[in-house]
């Protein structure tokens, strides 16, 4: 029973942190906005720098931050996805279908880890600094990629309730 209370935490945990980044992305790219919308301190050299440039300029950093944080999440949902494969597989022998979704959690991961994530961030460089109203194939194969993970990250914690 320990290890299924504690299999029930590590789902609880990672489907909680996948939500959390959800929020931070969506949340970062708002706060552009907000900033813009009521500057304060920062209105002068937003003035002088230009509210386009300034806007693009700080979407750049947003992207870069996120980059970083969604990186590094999934170097821990590696981690967890290990552990909690682990544990059912060696605990949990005549309850194979928790195996197999916890499986399949993971193979999400690894698909965003290895190929969703580093052709992301490969074109999401590429277009950081095209004006947003400029349409560009980059900026199609990006949205591509992007909606596959958002997909794959919606689909993660479906299967985390489900087990």
């Not at 290890?3 to 789902?11: E, H, K, P, S, V």
């Not at 959800?22 to 509210?51: C, H, K, W, Y």
């Not at 870069?64 to 494969?85: D, P």
Request: hydrophobic letters at 55%; a positive charge; proline letters at 4%.
């Amino acid at each position: 029973m320990k290890i299924r209370n504690f299999a029930c935490w590590l789902l609880g945990a990672w489907m909680a942190g996948s939500l959390f980044m959800i929020m931070v992305a969506t949340q970062n790219f708002a706060s552009v906005d907000r900033l813009l919308a009521a500057p304060a301190a920062a209105g002068p050299r937003i003035e002088q720098m230009g509210r386009t440039e300034a806007r693009t300029f700080l979407r750049y950093q947003v992207s870069e931050q996120n980059r970083f944080y969604f990186e590094t999440w999934e170097k821990i949902q590696l981690a967890m996805g290990v552990v909690l494969l682990a544990a059912l597989w060696t605990n949990l022998p005549d309850r194979r279908i928790f195996v197999i979704v916890a499986a399949a959690m993971f193979t999400l991961l690894l698909l965003e880890r290895f190929y969703l994530t580093p052709e992301i961030v490969r074109i999401g460089r590429l277009i950081d600094f095209v004006p947003q109203a400029v349409s560009s194939p980059e900026r199609d194969t990006f949205w591509k990629f992007h909606n596959n993970y958002s997909a794959a990250e919606l689909l993660k914690p479906e299967l985390g309730f489900f087990l």
